[in-house]
């Protein structure tokens, strides 16, 4: 510490000594949303606008310090918390909250990094806009974590990530220069468009401090259905009738397997869970899916019922209930969302967040599933995930009667080998929506082409040569 106390000083000066924090619990930011591994940080330094970002950052440049920029800290790859060195600072962005334009004939909003998603979906539908952005972690991820990561979610099908949703971010440089590109422009074919090199690379280029975001109109009405499909091929199936009875009104399809719904209904009691009457060998899946239509409350439900009756008789739904109501539709959605919060409820897990051609998932869950009982038997398998857009929570749960740290201490390499193996067969991608951080960055080594990370290491000596910003994640130098 003493070694760094002229830098720590001039932290105080520029944002305030209420926000340089070195002393007393850190452990919020420095402890991993998974709490698998707590780094410990030479300080959390809290900056409140993007003038005190940039001057921070040229002070740790300065002083040789790295930096790691943090949101939410909502992240499953331990990437935005610090190493066990006590040499890096953590740049929290949580000051830096304001919503600082709303543009509606433009449909756009532009909002600072450390704006909470939530605060950010119900500011828009105030204004009479519909902000499509919508995961489990909402209520304490930020935007900028969400822009860091290229965040999911359950609207992709119709929306895209994170990615498709921006048009326009600012930066601070690993140099402390700041970068202003909120132009919101739909068209801009002025040479590299350097948004997309700061979207989804976790922190490792610069700091994101704002952005400006799609927003849509709101949907005259939206319904949700809760369907028992009688396999994965019979989702996939559904799917397919779904677009066409829906086609853009389709904006979510979430498959949930019936082992992960049992640890919904074990750990949270109080939710009704439907179809737990129809036994799991008929219906080992069920399905979540959402139609927002921009006519009428009449238009959804008719091409509703007309996709329920086609997909009956085509036998790919068993049975299905439709939300009558907001409260309804929420209690269906709150299913999907709990089932990561009750896998955490039953201990420790070892997670994959593939992504796979749609087409090719059901034999891909029938091959690793296969694969997985004959190498590890009694292993249970939590598989739920975005089947819309093939990204698939493919997780695995020790055995009921095996110490759960001992299992993912010994099984967790072996089980994510045969996994991404798999996973490399069939052309898909170790991670969908998670990134990489520290977690995933050697198995990226392994599964990413070397023209490629060559290209990655290219981009990150280029714009981070002395390599401090949030070093040792996503990219081997």
Same mark, same amino acid.
């Given at each position: 510490?003493?070694?760094?106390?002229?830098?720590?000083?001039?932290?105080?000066?520029?944002?305030?000594?209420?926000?340089?924090?070195?002393?007393?619990?850190?452990?919020?930011? /420095?402890?991993?949303?998974?709490?698998?591994?707590?780094?410990?940080?030479?300080?959390?330094? =809290?900056?409140?606008?993007?003038?005190?970002?940039?001057?921070?950052?040229?002070?740790?440049?300065?002083?040789?310090?790295?930096?790691?920029?943090?949101? *939410?800290?909502?992240?499953?790859?331990?990437?935005?918390?610090?190493?066990?060195?006590?040499?890096?600072?953590?740049?929290?962005?949580? =000051?830096?909250?304001?919503?600082?334009?709303?543009?509606?004939?433009?449909?756009?909003?532009?909002?600072?990094?450390?704006?909470?998603?939530?605060?950010?979906?119900?500011?828009? /539908?105030?204004?009479?806009?519909?902000?499509?952005?919508?995961?489990?972690?909402?209520? #304490?991820?930020?935007?900028?974590?969400? @822009?860091? &990561?290229?965040?999911?979610?359950?609207?992709?099908?119709?929306? *895209?990530?994170?990615?498709?949703?921006?048009?326009? @971010?600012?930066?601070?440089?690993?140099? *402390? !220069?700041?970068?202003?590109?909120?132009?919101?422009?739909?068209? $801009?074919?002025?040479?590299?468009?350097? =948004?997309?090199?700061?979207?989804?690379?976790? *922190?490792? @280029?610069?700091?994101? &401090?704002?952005?400006?975001?799609?927003?849509?109109?709101?949907?005259?009405?939206?319904?949700?259905?809760?369907?028992?499909?009688?396999?994965?091929?019979?989702?996939?199936?559904?799917?397919?009738?779904?677009?066409?009875?829906?086609?853009?009104?389709?904006?979510?399809?979430?498959?949930?397997?019936?082992?992960?719904?049992?640890?919904?209904?074990?750990?949270?009691?109080?939710?009704?869970?439907?179809?737990?009457?129809?036994?799991? +060998? $008929?219906?080992?899946?069920?399905?979540?899916?959402?139609?927002?239509?921009?006519?009428?409350?009449?238009?959804?439900?008719?091409?509703?019922?007309?996709?329920? !009756?086609?997909?009956?008789?085509?036998?790919?739904?068993?049975?299905?209930?439709?939300?009558?109501?907001?409260?309804?539709?929420?209690?269906?959605?709150?299913?999907?969302?709990?089932?990561?919060?009750?896998?955490?409820?039953?201990?420790?897990?070892?997670?994959?967040?593939?992504?796979?051609?749609?087409?090719?998932?059901?034999?891909?869950?029938?091959?690793?599933?296969?694969?997985?009982?004959?190498?590890?038997?009694?292993? =249970?398998?939590?598989?739920?995930?975005?089947?819309? $857009?093939?990204?698939?929570?493919?997780?695995?749960?020790?055995? #009921?009667?095996?110490?759960?740290?001992?299992?993912?201490?010994?099984?967790?390499?072996?089980?994510?080998? @045969?996994?991404?193996?798999?996973? $490399?067969?069939?052309?898909?991608?170790?991670?969908?929506?998670?990134?990489?951080?520290?977690?995933?960055?050697?198995?990226?080594?392994?599964?990413? +082409?070397?023209?490629?990370?060559?290209?990655?290491? +290219?981009?990150?000596?280029?714009?981070?040569?002395?390599?401090?910003?949030?070093?040792?994640?996503?990219?081997?130098?």
């Amino acid at each position: 510490m003493t070694e760094h106390t002229e830098l720590l000083n001039q932290l105080r000066t520029v944002v305030g000594e209420a926000n340089v924090l070195t002393e007393g619990d850190l452990g919020a930011w /420095e402890w991993d949303w998974r709490k698998r591994e707590r780094g410990h940080a030479l300080a959390v330094v =809290r900056p409140a606008s993007t003038e005190q970002v940039a001057t921070v950052v040229r002070a740790c440049v300065q002083g040789g310090v790295s930096m790691v920029p943090q949101g *939410g800290n909502t992240g499953m790859v331990v990437g935005s918390t610090p190493d066990a060195s006590g040499t890096q600072v953590v740049l929290s962005l949580t =000051r830096m909250n304001q919503i600082r334009k709303m543009d509606a004939a433009n449909l756009t909003v532009t909002v600072e990094a450390g704006c909470v998603l939530q605060n950010l979906q119900e500011a828009c /539908e105030k204004a009479g806009f519909l902000f499509p952005l919508s995961l489990a972690a909402e209520g #304490s991820c930020t935007i900028g974590g969400n @822009l860091g &990561t290229n965040a999911g979610g359950t609207q992709v099908v119709r929306y *895209g990530n994170t990615r498709e949703l921006c048009l326009g @971010l600012e930066v601070v440089t690993a140099q *402390g !220069e700041i970068w202003s590109g909120l132009t919101g422009l739909r068209k $801009d074919n002025t040479g590299y468009d350097l =948004r997309h090199l700061f979207i989804g690379s976790e *922190g490792t @280029l610069g700091v994101i &401090t704002a952005a400006t975001m799609k927003l849509y109109p709101l949907p005259a009405s939206t319904l949700t259905t809760f369907a028992a499909v009688p396999s994965l091929d019979a989702a996939v199936q559904l799917l397919g009738l779904a677009h066409q009875h829906l086609s853009s009104g389709l904006t979510g399809f979430e498959v949930m397997g019936r082992f992960a719904l049992s640890l919904v209904v074990k750990h949270f009691p109080q939710q009704r869970v439907p179809f737990q009457e129809i036994r799991e +060998s $008929d219906a080992p899946y069920c399905v979540v899916l959402e139609n927002s239509d921009h006519d009428s409350e009449a238009h959804a439900r008719a091409q509703f019922e007309k996709l329920l !009756e086609s997909a009956i008789e085509a036998g790919c739904v068993l049975d299905a209930v439709v939300a009558e109501n907001i409260a309804q539709a929420r209690q269906l959605w709150h299913i999907r969302e709990s089932i990561p919060l009750a896998q955490a409820q039953e201990g420790l897990n070892i997670k994959h967040d593939i992504s796979i051609a749609v087409s090719r998932i059901p034999q891909f869950v029938a091959d690793m599933d296969a694969a997985l009982e004959a190498a590890f038997p009694g292993v =249970r398998l939590v598989n739920y995930g975005h089947l819309g $857009d093939g990204n698939l929570h493919y997780n695995v749960q020790a055995p #009921s009667n095996a110490d759960a740290e001992e299992f993912l201490k010994t099984k967790e390499k072996p089980i994510n080998a @045969l996994v991404y193996a798999s996973v $490399d067969q069939y052309n898909g991608s170790i991670s969908a929506e998670h990134g990489i951080g520290s977690l995933k960055r050697e198995k990226l080594q392994e599964h990413k +082409s070397p023209v490629a990370l060559g290209l990655m290491r +290219s981009i990150k000596l280029a714009l981070d040569p002395q390599n401090l910003m949030n070093p040792g994640r996503v990219i081997r130098l």
